[in-house]
């Protein structure tokens, strides 16, 4: 299984480091909690009056010292935001807010010999220029993964501050580029950490089941590297409920590659939605010890068959953006994930697709421990700079920034590379690009993403994507009912001429709850449910269907849904209210899963 270590990550700039795998499991010290911010329409914090960057910005933090001196902000004296959490819903200020904003948190090091000193972010939205008692640490863009520097020369002993300037405004060459059907949520969204590491520490690992079964035993596929080139370094691997204790060494480059471990079939449990069965796996090295929790399980595709652990699987699905129930703010905690998970799990789903970006660590580990079956996608959203090579390297690096973070986790089975872009030949050849580091980083998963089919001749579908021959799964969106062809689901036929198992990646339409009329009113539940009865009935007869994945779990914000009394910023789309009201098509697709 071929291990392609980060070595090749766009270039890196000043103390920018690979973020560790499963840091949680690390020496950690949050840096979560109340940042002080200002908001800097004109960025006049960064860049001088003639629009150059300037020395002497906010990320000095400057302080008067006499009465003489000229200095126009305080961060101490500024108000907070909380981290994490997006600034938006915050304050009210704050809600439509697209620009820069400048925070800042004060925290205590004590250096140790031997040791480093590593600055970790979950996430931040948009673009955060990073700085360390003054001192730039790092640039990073893509709002949805996590990001990280060694500020061991950046840190002193005592007090010390972080300053991030945070600029979540919309941009064409960007990822998503400058349309979006969610809220543009900015900040600090995910946790802040200050992670202790020893000189030589271990940077990335890998464990997972091989689909091979030789006889009576299986074979557990192992390989870790270390974050530098540093040979006979001793590693022990344990997962004693497996009776595993291994002793490793790694070679010149500080890796141990492709190593394999027997283990008798029967004593190993699978990982899968019934029985989403966590062994305990310790790594040591030196005084190091990095405990994780790791499901085993093969995932595959058998012609038009979905094979999970070997057997056909049905995904019954539902998509779902990172916002919280109720409050409807980013997600960032196990709790948010454990209210939304609890709304899919009574619509009898096992599997969801997180649309349309990486979602935080937490919430995939909560649904992996739930049994929850993943696509996990990164926000290759509609038209994006496809000629612009900045564009493809920004998406290449959250695609494997994505891949690292989550590469340990059973839950995920597929990796989505892109969402309802259009045809081109720029557009083929990156996604193809997207799709072969894909696989690069990872051939133990499926690759695929959303096409779509948006129309039909004589109510006849195709799916014609040249992106089908990268794919393992060809998966679409189709909206029969709601941006097309009310009422005509039932004479609906479909042609997909790929011998490879089909992902209805979205349909559905809008209601708003409570709103109640006849089927054929728009908006009201009625017409939600029948447009349900409608698409299932048609769906039911594609031929290789695997899964299922209507928009949406619940209603979101969107700042294209301005239709007073009824959308008033929120796609209704949701089978649940944004206050967790049941729409009259959550029993429809229920039941269709309970037959399923
Ligand atoms: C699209 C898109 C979603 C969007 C949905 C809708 O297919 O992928 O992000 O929210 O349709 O229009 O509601």
Redesign the pocket.
């Known amino acids: 299984m071929a291990f392609a270590f980060a070595a090749a990550i766009g270039a890196k700039a000043q103390t920018e480091v690979t973020a560790p795998q499963n840091v949680y499991a690390r020496q950690t010290t949050l840096l979560n909690g109340e940042w002080n911010y200002f908001v800097d329409l004109q960025e006049q914090g960064y860049y001088d009056y003639r629009m150059n960057p300037t020395r002497w910005g906010y990320f000095i933090n400057a302080k008067m010292k006499n009465p003489s001196d000229l200095v126009e902000y305080d961060f101490d004296a500024s108000p907070t935001l909380h981290v994490p959490g997006d600034w938006n819903t915050q304050s009210e200020e704050l809600f439509l807010y697209e620009g820069t904003i400048w925070m800042k948190r004060d925290f205590d090091y004590e250096p140790r010999a031997g040791r480093r000193a590593l600055l970790y972010f979950g996430a931040v939205n948009y673009e955060a220029i990073v700085y360390v008692n003054g001192k730039k640490a790092g640039r990073h863009v893509g709002g949805f993964t996590p990001f990280c520097y060694d500020v061991t020369d950046l840190v002193k002993g005592g007090k010390n501050f972080v300053i991030v300037k945070i600029d979540n405004k919309r941009h064409k060459d960007n990822v998503p580029t400058l349309i979006f059907?969610w809220w543009n949520y900015g900040g600090i969204t995910r946790d802040v950490l200050l992670v202790d590491v020893p000189e030589t520490y271990v940077e990335d690992y890998w464990l997972g089941l091989d689909k091979e079964v030789t006889g009576k035993k299986r074979i557990l596929n192992f390989s870790l590297k270390l974050n530098k080139p540093v040979a006979d370094q001793e590693v022990t691997l344990s997962i004693p409920e497996l009776k595993i204790k291994q002793r490793f060494t790694t070679n010149a480059e500080g890796e141990i590659a492709n190593c394999q471990l027997s283990v008798v079939s029967s004593k190993l449990q699978l990982w899968c939605p019934e029985t989403p069965k966590l062994y305990d796996v310790e790594l040591e090295m030196g005084n190091e010890v990095i405990k994780d929790e790791i499901g085993f399980r093969t995932i595959e595709t058998r012609g038009k068959q979905l094979l999970l652990n070997g057997k056909p699987i049905f995904l019954k699905g539902v998509c779902s953006h990172e916002e919280t129930a109720y409050t409807s703010r980013r997600c960032n905690c196990a709790e948010d994930a454990d209210t939304l998970l609890s709304w899919a799990r009574s619509l009898g789903c096992n599997f969801i697709r997180l649309?349309?970006y990486p979602h935080n660590e937490h919430a995939v580990r909560e649904a992996e421990r739930q049994g929850f079956l993943l696509w996990s996608e990164i926000p290759v959203y509609w038209t994006i700079s496809w000629q612009n090579e900045e564009t493809y390297a920004n998406a290449e690096r959250q695609l494997k920034d994505m891949i690292r973070r989550d590469h340990n986790r059973a839950a995920i089975i597929i990796w989505s590379l892109a969402?309802?872009t259009p045809h081109s030949d720029a557009r083929d050849k990156f996604l193809g690009r997207l799709a072969t580091t894909a696989r690069s980083q990872d051939n133990t998963r499926l690759i695929s993403m959303?096409m779509e089919v948006t129309g039909a001749s004589n109510y006849v579908n195709r799916l014609q994507d040249n992106m089908n021959q990268y794919v393992d799964v060809v998966s679409f969106?189709q909206y029969i009912g709601w941006y097309r062809d009310v009422n005509d689901a039932p004479k609906m036929k479909w042609e997909i001429p790929y011998e490879k198992p089909v992902i209805i990646s979205?349909f559905g339409g809008g209601a708003k709850a409570g709103y109640h009329g006849d089927k054929g009113q728009r908006w009201t539940e009625e017409f939600q449910e029948n447009l349900y009865r409608e698409n299932l009935a048609m769906l039911e007869k594609i031929e290789g269907l695997a899964g299922t994945c209507p928009?949406v779990l619940k209603d979101f914000r969107s700042p294209r849904r301005p239709l007073p009394g009824i959308q008033d910023g929120f796609?209704r789309?949701g089978l649940f209210s944004d206050q967790g009201k049941r729409k009259k098509a959550f029993y429809v697709l229920r039941d269709w899963y309970k037959s399923k």
Do not use: L
Request: charged fraction near 35%; proline fraction near 0%.
């Open positions: 059907d649309a349309h969402n309802e959303a969106n979205e928009w796609n789309k």
